[in-house]
């Protein structure tokens, strides 16, 4: 079983969130599971942690054996990008807002859709909404 964590995920953890012993919790029970792996994308956005330096986010990937997965199939970019797509096509529409998702939301979501067998994450009604069959490991709700 592999477990894909959202950004958000160590984001509240590192931040010391009210959530983080829940997180904790779930993440060392989706270990027993199988592994624990983050995209590209979230790997990225967690260098830009604002109180983490790289050497400390590398640090944590390494201790917590988290696995960094760089490599994202072309069917992951088509898949995000169909459903970015449609997002953005609705809010487009007359009376809609612009969109304020953006593309690594949806590459995320491909990743763990098509790369992992589900997804930890704060934001289970955007994956809900968007990747309606991704099986999710919801942690309270952003």
Do not use: C
């Not at 983490?52 to 640090?59: G, K, M, P, Q, S």
């Not at 994202?72 to 809609?96: C, F, I, M």
Request: net charge neutral.
């Amino acid at each position: 079983m592999k477990t894909a964590l959202d950004t958000n995920i160590l984001s509240s953890l590192w931040l010391n969130e009210p959530t983080g012993p829940e997180i904790v919790t779930a993440m060392r029970a989706a270990k027993q599971d199988g592994m624990l792996l983050v995209s590209a994308p979230v790997y990225s956005e967690t260098l830009a942690h604002p109180f983490y330096a790289e050497d400390e986010v590398l640090r944590f990937y390494a201790k917590s054996g988290i696995v960094i997965d760089f490599s994202l199939a072309e069917a992951v970019w088509t898949e995000a990008g169909r459903r970015y797509a449609k997002h953005a096509a609705r809010k487009r529409a007359p009376s809609q807002e612009r969109p304020r998702r953006i593309l690594a939301d949806f590459v995320i979501g491909a990743h763990a859709l098509l790369q992992s067998n589900r997804l930890m994450t704060r934001d289970s009604a955007f994956f809900r909404r968007h990747f309606p069959e991704l099986p999710l490991y919801s942690i309270g709700e952003e």
